[in-house]
């Protein structure tokens, strides 16, 4: 996967490639990251890429012309993708997607946003994190590009620990412990350490459906449940109730 990223902070993406499994992965090839300086893309002398919006108002806007000028100059751009407010929520299944492409450009904006004539000229995707506003789109390309890396086969060692993480299958991942076995009165559940892994397996799938029920019920009415699934859940829910009636 080739990550261009337009920016008027390249700082900000190099410090991020420099660290953790992106690391690894550039320095394996599985992907690139060109982070690309918006501001070489001015004739002024400032290096300005900003101006007043149309209309009057508080804030500035990305020019047009810098932007077209930097992603014409891309061999292969791919799919092209504005991070925005106003854009589609970004979902696990989103990023499944994106991680089958080989290009993709990553537009950051910043202040207002972009002149809306980039948008309606080269963007193919405008996608946002949630539904609040961050001052640039820098932090948001980070996301995407760790969200779909992570999915690309080769950059993480254990690709069955990304099967079981929450949203692949449609639920949320079960709880994870780790040493020491008690700390402050709370032992790990015992079936984890019976050495019987058919009923660890039994025990993760109930609770990962426990779990879905409790923090994300809404999750749980886009899943078809197997007839064994649906019974996990029914004894997670039964002993929860108990539990909270004691
Ligand atoms: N005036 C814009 C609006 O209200 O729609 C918000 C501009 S925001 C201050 C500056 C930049 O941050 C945006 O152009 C975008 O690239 C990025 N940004 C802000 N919130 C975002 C979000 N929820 N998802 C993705 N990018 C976001």
Redesign the pocket.
Known sequence: MKYNIITIFPELINAFANVGFIKHSLKKNIISINSIDLRKYTDNKHNRVDDKSYGGGP?MVLQYEPIAKSIKEIKDPGTVI??????ETLTQSKLKTLSLKNNLTIL???????DQRILDKFVDEE???????????ET?SMVLVEGISRLIPGVVEDIESIKRDSFQNGILDYPHFTKPEEIDDMKIPDVLISGNHEKIELWRKKQALGMTWLKRPDLLKNVKLSKEDDKLLKEYILEYKKHEQK
């Open positions: 804030g504005y991070l925005s407010p106003q854009g950051c904006g910043r202040y207002e946003g972009v996608l946002s994190l949630g539904d609040y506003v961050i001052s640039g789109g948001a």
